[in-house]
T-cell receptor
């Protein structure tokens, strides 16, 4: 099974700045996704990270706010731009091989915006 | 959006007791998954159910998928403190949407010795 590592594990950022989160998988995976888990709420899918092309965003999420890169089958980054306190959340990277395979999650990045 | 409602939101029981968590929707899912999440960690997949009426057992955990594939339940027999965690159900709308999961709000389970 794939092991997913995220960096940083937590950060405190000032309003108006940006944070880039790195996601590294220990093996090649077909699919990678980014989720958000807001305080006291469940997980919401932000986007599918597509290798070598633009990410596919879910309703309510836009590329200007959440630019995503995926240069290869083991690595992806999520940037949360122009931070506001409402962006305080846990951001989770996930990945796997597709239908019939399990979806693995990283341990998340806890972002606090002051 | 296919909404998944979990109940109860919070469950506190003594070691050795049984518990059941429910996950309900008005929508049909191609599959439904159960995860457990502990503080500071990501969700860990427990089971995937794909066939209406399917029952899967994982040691003391029993998972059931409703006949109409709209609801599911998780039953834990003789709960242990190690079962403490946030239990999440997540539905997949179609087989084309692998990994694009709709999560329920979760059930926080606390098992005290």
């Amino acid at each position: 099974s794939a092991v997913i590592s995220q960096k940083p594990s937590r950060d405190i950022c000032q309003r108006g700045t940006s944070l880039t989160i790195q996601c590294q998988v220990d093996s090649q995976v077909t699919m990678m996704f980014w989720y958000r888990q807001q305080p006291g709420q469940s997980l919401t899918l932000i986007a599918t990270a597509n290798q070598g092309s633009e990410a596919t965003y879910e309703s309510g999420f836009v590329i200007d706010k959440f630019p995503i890169s995926r240069p290869n089958l083991t690595f992806s980054t999520l940037t949360v731009s122009n931070l506001s306190p409402e962006d305080s959340s846990i951001y989770l990277c996930s990945g796997g091989q597709g239908v019939g395979a399990p979806l693995h999650f990283g341990n998340g990045t806890r972002l606090t915006v002051t | 959006t296919q909404l998944l409602e979990q109940s109860p939101q919070f469950l506190s029981i003594q070691e050795g007791e049984n518990l059941t968590v429910y996950c309900n929707s008005s929508s049909v899912f191609s599959s439904l998954q159960w995860y457990r999440q502990e503080p500071g960690e990501g969700p860990v997949l427990l089971v995937t159910v794909v066939t209406g009426g399917e029952v899967k057992k994982l040691k003391r955990l029993t998972f059931q998928f409703g006949d109409a594939r709209k609801d599911s339940s998780l039953h834990i027999t003789a709960a242990q403190p190690g079962d403490t965690g946030l239990y999440l159900c997540a539905g997949e709308g179609t087989t084309d949407s692998w990994g694009k999961l709709q999560f329920g709000a979760g059930t926080q389970v606390v098992v005290t010795p």
